[in-house]
């Protein structure tokens, strides 16, 4: 039989990208970037809310986009068209992002010249909430037809947000959504959340999250001077 | 497909450790996974070839031990598995307790030569 030594590791899987990530916001910090990480499953209304949440702040804020998918430049000739820089990102059939090829896409997008990066991350709820990508905040987005239930199927994600949106209010009434139960269950896993209702379709709500972002960039920003 | 991702984040850590200690040939890969991490174990075996082709953990085989999901019951300070009982204490029903285990997600060891 063969010598085999046992060479014990004893590391959390997550290590390596949590100390990536944490690199990344000390950096941001220093070139005073504010980057916020949005996620959501495909179809609930992300880069509509992206374009209306870009031509509210587009005049405060030197605003970059970074458009994340598996294939496909779609999302980004629409988010060019409000006359942000975006850049895509393809994670070549990755299902999430992680620091490292965020940090890329920031290097793409040129940090210098950008006060507020959006991070527009792959379509899906379970595996973008393992991985920090190193945003000073991360933002998801429910929508109505998704269901109210999704909280109880998708914990972890829910639990690590710092702001969630719940789109396309302007439906509800078609829907067996309930808005305060799944107020309520977000809650239970994480008591400081923001909730904010919106429908990026009519515009309702679309304010509040507005000042939501506006007021943090500020305050992160002030902090660091 | 989130097993292979996290697969992938798995080998290139324990590529890191084996060229730090100069190891030269890795024969298995024990990992810790907490049954209420977010990682099935089934799929890990199953995508564990595909991810470590042409890297030092080629032609290594996958342990995996299970961490159960324990609590202590926060009234009767009962020792429980939450998966088995539901989140409830069997012996006094109480709903609160204290996470014991569960929730590893750990390159344990390797063995090597």
């Not at chain 1, 609930?44 to 458009?67: H, V």
């Not at chain 2, 890969?29 to 199953?46: A, D, F, N, R, V």
């Not at chain 2, 012996?91 to 609160?96: A, G, I, N, V």
Request: hydrophobic share 40%; proline share 3%; aromatic share 6%.
């Amino acid at each position: 039989m063969k010598d085999f030594k046992i060479l014990e590791i004893k590391q959390n899987v997550f290590d390596d990208n949590n100390r990536q990530a944490d690199e990344l916001r000390e950096q941001l910090k220093k070139e005073k970037t504010f980057l916020l990480n949005l996620m959501s499953s495909p179809g609930s209304g992300k880069t509509t809310t992206l374009t209306r949440t870009i031509q509210a702040l587009k005049d405060e804020f030197r605003i970059g986009i970074m458009e994340a998918d598996i294939d496909s430049d779609v999302d980004a000739k629409t988010i060019a068209e409000t006359g942000v820089k975006v850049i895509q990102l393809h994670t070549g059939g990755m299902c999430h992002l992680d620091a490292d090829m965020t940090k890329q896409g920031l290097e793409g997008l040129g940090t210098q010249e950008i006060d507020l990066a959006i991070l527009e991350n792959v379509g899906n709820l379970v595996c973008p909430a393992e991985f920090d990508t190193g945003a000073i905040k991360n933002a998801m987005i429910l929508s109505v037809p998704e269901g109210d239930d999704k909280p109880l199927k998708y914990p972890l994600m829910f639990s690590i947000v710092d702001v969630l949106l719940i789109n396309k209010i302007d439906v509800l009434e078609y829907f067996d959504f309930d808005l305060e139960a799944c107020k309520e269950r977000v809650k239970k896993l994480n008591p400081n959340v923001k909730i904010i209702a919106i429908s990026a379709r009519t515009g309702e709500g679309l304010e509040e999250w507005a000042d939501w972002l506006r007021t943090t960039v500020k305050e992160w920003k002030e902090k660091e001077d | 497909m989130h097993e292979l991702s996290v697969l992938f984040e798995i080998v290139k850590q324990v590529e890191l450790v084996a060229k730090k200690n100069e190891v030269e040939h890795i024969e298995t890969l024990i990992l810790q996974i907490g049954e209420l991490s977010s990682m099935i174990p089934h799929y890990m075996k199953k995508l564990y070839p595909a991810a470590i082709e042409g890297t030092i953990l080629a032609d290594s085989r996958l342990e995996i031990e299970v961490i159960p999901a324990n609590g202590l019951c926060k009234d009767c300070r009962q020792v429980f598995n939450l998966i088995k009982e539901k989140g409830t204490c069997p012996t006094c029903q109480s709903k609160s307790f204290e996470l014991l285990s569960g929730k590893e997600f750990m390159i344990k060891e390797i063995l090597c030569s």
